[in-house]
């Protein structure tokens, strides 16, 4: 499958550097460049990428406003890209439902991945900062009084999912855990954010942290 790919970032130099590793990559079409989320969510509604590469800080609409804006609508997954393992701004695009994030120091095969990962609907957090980012969120926010809407609905199946996202677990690595297939791990965890109300696994991994369901 050929994913169709927006690049959205400030500055030029990277930007060039990320189309010339996409476009020499099978799989992948480049359709679009953008230097700031406002232009990244017009060209977004217009040429309709399957993925949009965003950073998060730029000039104008920043890419957090930008992915609330793009996955709100529906119009395409978000990959946020960002400079910092440890940034408040990474939790907020998260917050407005990107499929997940990378460092910008990631290989080049990794975000090929990556990107095909969220095309296809399963969030990408980056392996080295994702149990110690969560942590660090879950201990900064103060646990809500009121459980989510839906909490409560989850099967002990689904709910045992959730905790996994809460970990950063992938599919296959939920499979493993759980001994299931690969299958009915997409299905379950697409029934937990139906019934959560949720935009995306990152969200729900953030969830199960802010409500102490991962051990």
Same mark, same amino acid.
């Given at each position: 499958?050929?994913?169709?790919?927006?690049?959205?970032?400030?500055?030029?130099?990277?930007?060039?550097?990320?189309?010339?590793?996409?476009?020499?990559?099978?799989?992948?079409?480049?359709?679009?460049?953008?230097?700031?989320?406002?232009?990244?969510?017009?060209?977004?509604?217009?040429?309709?990428?399957?993925?949009?590469?965003?950073?998060?800080?730029?000039?104008?609409?920043?890419?957090?406003?930008?992915? &609330?804006?793009?996955?709100?609508?529906?119009?395409?997954?978000?990959?946020?890209?960002?400079?910092?393992?440890?940034?408040?701004?990474?939790?907020?695009?998260?917050?407005?439902?990107?499929?997940?994030? !990378?460092?910008?120091?990631?290989?080049?095969?990794?975000?090929?991945?990556?990107?095909?990962?969220?095309?296809?609907?399963?969030?990408?957090?980056?392996?080295?900062?994702?149990?110690?980012?969560?942590?660090?969120?879950?201990?900064?926010?103060?646990?809500?009084?009121?459980?989510?809407?839906?909490?409560?609905? !989850?099967?002990?199946?689904?709910?045992?999912?959730?905790?996994?996202?809460?970990?950063?677990?992938?599919?296959?690595?939920?499979?493993?855990? !759980?001994?299931?297939?690969?299958?009915?791990?997409?299905?379950?965890?697409? &029934?937990?954010?139906?019934?959560?109300?949720?935009?995306? &696994?990152?969200?729900?991994?953030?969830?199960?942290?802010?409500?102490?369901?991962?051990?």
């Amino acid at each position: 499958m050929t994913v169709k790919v927006l690049v959205a970032d400030d500055h030029g130099a990277i930007r060039a550097g990320l189309v010339l590793i996409l476009r020499a990559s099978p799989g992948i079409e480049v359709v679009g460049e953008a230097a700031d989320g406002a232009t990244a969510v017009r060209m977004a509604r217009t040429l309709r990428p399957d993925v949009v590469l965003m950073d998060v800080r730029m000039p104008g609409t920043d890419g957090i406003e930008a992915t &609330r804006q793009l996955v709100g609508d529906g119009v395409c997954e978000v990959l946020v890209l960002t400079t910092f393992d440890l940034d408040d701004y990474v939790y907020a695009a998260m917050r407005a439902g990107a499929g997940g994030f !990378l460092l910008k120091s990631v290989e080049a095969p990794r975000l090929v991945e990556a990107i095909h990962q969220v095309a296809a609907g399963e969030g990408v957090l980056e392996p080295k900062i994702t149990r110690r980012m969560m942590t660090a969120f879950a201990a900064s926010s103060p646990v809500p009084v009121t459980p989510p809407r839906g909490l409560a609905e !989850l099967t002990e199946r689904e709910s045992e999912v959730l905790a996994c996202l809460g970990e950063g677990l992938s599919n296959a690595q939920i499979a493993r855990r !759980l001994f299931i297939g690969e299958t009915t791990v997409k299905t379950h965890v697409s &029934r937990v954010l139906t019934k959560l109300d949720l935009r995306s &696994r990152v969200q729900a991994a953030i969830l199960a942290q802010e409500h102490g369901l991962v051990p």
